[in-house]
């Protein structure tokens, strides 16, 4: 960015300060952008066309907000620890598919009040061009609601769900990855609201892991931990926050009060990212796995801000 841009920035953060310190939800305010090219607006996940790499990147501040606004000198991407040159950039802000990935296995109890109260404030921020499914898991997923531009059925859905059985977490996000192949959406999402654990799924790890190497699925987890004892429980929010930040997206802790904010917040940050597109420095063939690595250098006087991207990119073989 220009020395005047920058400075414009920096100046406008520092005019948000004073609600920075009421936890207001307050963000950078972008500067309009020219339509992005029709290559720029392929489906917004990492994807590799021809020899041109889609990655797509949120940003937060120190108060775990979205930050919009910045420029493409603004960001370093990395391809298997080699510095690649940006050469498409856009923010992203198209319609979104999503799918919620709802735990009702014994172990949720009361938490499914606050459970469904967050699944509706992610719905209130929708665009009417978005759509949504919901799969419902506990001793087996179930796909409750098909895609669906009319978030109130899922809702009407939701409020006869309860809570039994034990949980076939993994089993519910294969079956909404398959799920999520039927959406034309260039954007698409994972909601998963759990609390961890899995103790009842055929697929193991690693095939679900593999699935979300071969998707462009970003996946968000709201987790609700706490209450239980047994190993696949401990090892719920290692899963969760495994699963969610191979993706790009992240995982949340959350107290049962505080879903619905997590979840409004995470439908916010689904609707602000960056797309960078380069074409990688070595452009081998190899249908190998390639890793990739973002670094925000924000403008002088912003404070530290942290991206989270997709990590990594099965390259073409051909």
Same mark, same amino acid.
Do not use: C, W
């Given at each position: 960015?220009?020395? %005047? ?8 953060l ?27 607006? %392929? ?6 066309n021809t020899?041109?790499?889609l990655?797509p ?7 775990? %907000? ?13 391809d298997? %620890? ?5 050469t ?6 198209e ?6 990935v ?33 799969v ?36 519910a996000?294969?079956?909404? +990855? ?7 959406k ?24 593999d ?20 190993p ?7 899963? +969760? ?7 790009g ?35 081998v063939?190899?249908g190998?796995?390639?890793h990739?690595?973002v670094?925000?250098?924000?403008p ?9 991207w ?9």
């Open positions: 960015m220009k020395a %005047r841009g920058a400075a414009g920035l920096a100046g406008g520092m005019l948000l300060a004073p609600l920075l310190f009421l936890g207001q939800d307050v963000t950078i305010t972008p500067r309009p952008k020219p339509a992005p090219k029709e290559e720029e607006t %392929r489906r917004a996940d990492i994807r590799v020899n041109l790499v990655i990147v949120t940003v937060n501040d120190p108060l775990n %907000r979205p930050v919009s606004g910045l420029e493409k000198e603004h960001f370093r991407v990395y298997d %620890r080699v510095l690649q040159t940006i498409t950039f856009a923010m992203d802000d319609p979104i598919a999503a799918g919620l709802f735990d009702t296995s014994g172990s949720m109890g009361d938490k499914l009040k606050r459970s469904r109260m967050a699944a509706a404030q992610f719905f209130k921020i929708s665009d009417p061009e978005d759509e949504f499914f919901l419902e898991f506990d001793s087996a997923p179930r796909l409750v609601v098909p895609l669906t531009k009319d978030t109130g059925t899922i809702e009407n859905e939701l409020t006869f769900s309860k809570s039994k059985g034990s949980t076939a977490l993994l089993d996000i294969y079956m909404a +990855l398959q799920e999520m192949r039927k959406s034309k260039n954007k698409r999402s994972l909601l998963i609201i759990s609390d961890g654990g899995d103790n009842n799924s055929r697929y193991s790890v690693k095939e679900v892991k699935l979300i190497q071969e998707s462009d699925v970003l996946i968000y987890s709201i987790g609700v931990f706490g209450g239980g004892s047994t696949e429980e401990a090892g719920g929010p290692e899963l +969760l926050q495994h699963i969610s930040e191979q993706t997206g992240r995982m949340f802790f959350a107290e049962p009060q505080d879903l619905p904010d997590v979840a409004k917040k995470i439908g916010i940050e689904l609707r602000n990212r960056y797309i960078l597109g380069y074409s990688p420095e070595n452009q063939r190899d190998k796995y390639h990739v690595e670094k925000v250098v924000p002088h006087g912003l404070p530290h801000l942290q991206a989270h997709r990590v990594g990119y099965n390259a073409p073989d051909r």
